[in-house]
């Protein structure tokens, strides 16, 4: 779907986690459960219709108020489609994400809706083996909102953490770089075009595990940074061409706007996603240049022609491999842009995180021909969550 212009340096458009005040601890009982989220925010929890409603053959919303306490409404983010609340397993004492996606969109029918909510659920439970996406637990809806329950990531989105720190440093870019191009290359293994990288969608897993404050070996030994938002994601074959804008303009490669394009355009966008987290600016406007208010046209324009400069402040000290790793994801070029594989076997990436493991899921891309027992457009339903996904429909 075409997207609004980013909010730059100090903001994204999509739904993203926000860093807590007072991190919530893990609790064991529904009381604790109550209590800890009571810490958090007195008001009333997010409002769950009881009334059973079944459109895409979900679990009735009923039932997640019966399974989970929920914390403020939007308490961990609000964006133009949604919002995401802390919550807590009443069973477990597992601290959940509960995301609200209502059925209802400006300009777009009820049915076109339900169509990509049922596409983001599919595209989670494809990408359930992925350590560095966000983990599906739970899925419900009733007659307004769909709920997505995921894995709870408290340490806020790579933008905020921009905002906190400042421009990164080299080694902690080079990190980054890695946790996001496993990422990718896990959706392209599954036929699956992320088409909206940028820091709004990475969010940090715990809020003291990051390359500022924890050693190399600790971030390697599990995945500390999870894509959180695969709301502009399509699905995609390898022998064949996507004509569809969709994403955050300025993240967008060349080739989106000539609407012939293909897995490639992960790359640029990873390449400006890391010029911004850099340098604190994008590639094609200098200083404070850029302006939120510039149409699709101009932003087109300035992504295909502009200068991409790297003479100035911190360019000038980084590496000649750091350098050269990033112009090879922002060639304009896609068939001389570094492929995903290039790109997490560069010699920038080894010297920063060699050894690092969870490398995303391996294997070639999928082929154009579905295997037995696929769905449409190339998804194979993960066996565990269709199996709960069948027993809930059961009940």
């Known amino acids: 779907m075409a997207r609004a212009l980013a909010a730059g340096p100090a903001g994204g458009h999509r739904i993203h986690a926000r860093s807590q005040q007072a991190r919530l601890q893990r609790c064991v009982t529904p009381r604790c459960a109550q209590a800890r989220l009571d810490t958090?925010?007195?008001?009333?929890?997010?409002?769950?219709?009881?009334?059973?409603?079944?459109?895409?053959?979900?679990?009735?919303?009923?039932?997640?108020?019966?399974?989970?306490?929920?914390?403020?409404?939007?308490?961990?983010?609000?964006?133009?489609?949604?919002?995401?609340?802390?919550?807590?397993?009443?069973?477990t004492g597992l601290q959940v994400a509960v995301k609200t996606l209502p059925k209802e969109r400006p300009r777009l029918s009820r049915a076109r809706v339900l169509e990509k909510l049922n596409r983001e659920l599919t595209l989670l439970e494809r990408l359930a083996d992925s350590p560095n996406s966000i983990q599906l637990l739970d899925w419900f809806e009733d007659e307004d909102n769909c709920y997505l329950v995921t894995e709870a990531c408290l340490g806020g989105d790579l933008q905020q953490f921009s905002d906190k720190?400042?421009?990164?440093?080299?080694?902690?870019?080079?990190?980054?770089?890695?946790?996001?191009?496993?990422?990718?290359?896990?959706?392209?293994?599954?036929?699956?075009?992320?088409?909206?990288?940028?820091?709004?969608?990475?969010?940090?897993?715990?809020?003291?595990?990051?390359p500022y404050a924890?050693?190399?070996?600790?971030?390697?030994?599990?995945?500390?940074?999870?894509?959180?938002?695969?709301?502009?994601?399509?699905?995609?074959?390898?022998?064949?061409?996507?004509?569809?804008?969709?994403?955050?303009?300025?993240?967008?490669?060349?080739?989106?706007?000539?609407?012939?394009?293909?897995?490639?355009?992960?790359?640029?966008?990873?390449?400006?996603?890391?010029?911004?987290?850099?340098?604190?600016?994008?590639?094609?406007?200098?200083?404070?240049?850029?302006?939120?208010?510039?149409?699709?046209?101009?932003?087109?324009?300035?992504?295909?022609?502009?200068?991409?400069r790297m003479d100035f402040g911190p360019w000038l000290t980084m590496s000649p491999q750091g350098l050269d790793f990033v112009r090879g994801c922002l060639t304009r070029n896609p068939a001389d842009r570094l492929t995903i594989d290039e790109a997490l076997a560069h010699p920038w990436l080894q010297a920063f995180t060699a050894g690092a493991g969870h490398a995303g899921l391996a294997g070639p891309l999928v082929e154009t021909e579905l295997p037995v027992g696929a769905v449409a457009n190339n998804i194979v339903r993960s066996p565990l969550l269709q199996a709960r996904r069948d027993a809930a429909m059961a009940a």
């Open 40 to 91: 958090v925010s007195t008001s009333a929890p997010t409002s769950v219709d009881s009334a059973t409603v079944v459109e895409l053959g979900w679990r009735p919303a009923s039932d997640l108020r019966k399974e989970y306490v929920l914390g403020k409404p939007g308490g961990l983010g609000v964006g133009s489609f949604g919002s995401v609340s802390l919550g807590v397993n009443v069973r």
């Open 165 to 210: 720190y400042g421009a990164l440093s080299e080694r902690c870019l080079a990190e980054v770089a890695t946790e996001v191009l496993k990422v990718v290359r896990s959706c392209h293994r599954l036929g699956v075009l992320h088409g909206d990288v940028k820091p709004a969608n990475f969010c940090i897993l715990q809020e003291h595990v990051h």
């Open 214 to 308: 924890a050693s190399p070996a600790a971030l390697h030994r599990t995945p500390w940074l999870k894509a959180i938002d695969f709301g502009c994601s399509q699905l995609h074959h390898r022998h064949t061409r996507l004509t569809k804008r969709s994403g955050t303009p300025v993240y967008m490669a060349p080739e989106v706007f000539r609407r012939d394009y293909s897995f490639e355009v992960d790359v640029w966008s990873t390449g400006v996603l890391l010029y911004q987290l850099y340098c604190r600016q994008f590639p094609f406007w200098h200083g404070d240049s850029y302006n939120r208010a510039l149409s699709l046209d101009e932003v087109a324009q300035a992504i295909t022609e502009a200068d991409i």
